[in-house]
């Protein structure tokens, strides 16, 4: 796939710095820092905003967003506390602000927590008509779920109308890291959409720089604060996956 003449493709895996300010004029800043760097993908973390439930602030901030990242692939994204994130919305809430986040038609990519709705696919499809690329995502901070249940959350989500599977999880051993790669780089290999792969915290710490082993197409580096358990630096990971 090649958005905004940048190629993402699996096992070439490009470093993501996700933005987790808490007002849209730090995020808008950032943005701007990281852009200036190099950066060829943000996530900008919407749930961590102050001004989310601000949509007349939203949408300004989203278009202010979009055009700080012309040239720079940009996912939106609003994670549940469930799944590591800040937000309390309810189900109906969350699909609301992901249309509107499609509608505004700012995002190249929206990330949709797969396991969170009663009908994922119904709200992709409902997405994706509005002309939006879907990042189907599971984050599991409890545990690494068996080889072939890990398979099979992969697989459901691969069989929706999404462009990207995302998953990650939490290891408690070093066997789970490495059986979770295998797994990963099992799907890879046979899929024909991007995927997105790690495991978390210290032990996972080195499935975020082998995506030219396990075939994920995005790394996630942190910018002075951490999205999730076991980021480093962006700067430090891309000299490690260079």
Known sequence: ?????????????LVCVPIVD???????????????????????RLDYLKELSDIRALDNGLKDMADICNYTILIGTIRTIEEGGNCTFKEDEMK???????????????DMEYYTYDEPRNLIATLKKLGARVICSHHDFDETPEDDIALTLLEEMECSECD???????PVTTTDVTRFMD????????TSKLTITMSMGELGRV?????????????FGSFNTKSAPGQIDYKRLKEIIS
């Open 1 to 13: 796939m090649r958005i905004k003449n940048i190629n993402i493709e699996n096992f070439n895996p």
């Open 22 to 44: 808490t007002t849209i004029e730090e995020s808008l800043s950032t943005a701007k820092t990281l852009v200036e760097d190099g950066v060829e993908v943000i996530e900008w």
């Open 96 to 110: 609301q602000y992901l249309i509107h986040i499609a509608k505004s038609k700012t995002c190249d990519f929206i």
């Open 164 to 170: 990207v599977v995302k998953m990650a999880v939490m």
């Open 183 to 190: 797994v990963c780089n099992a799907f890879a290999m046979e």
């Open 207 to 219: 499935s975020r720089f082998a995506g030219n082993v396990t075939g994920s197409a995005v790394t």
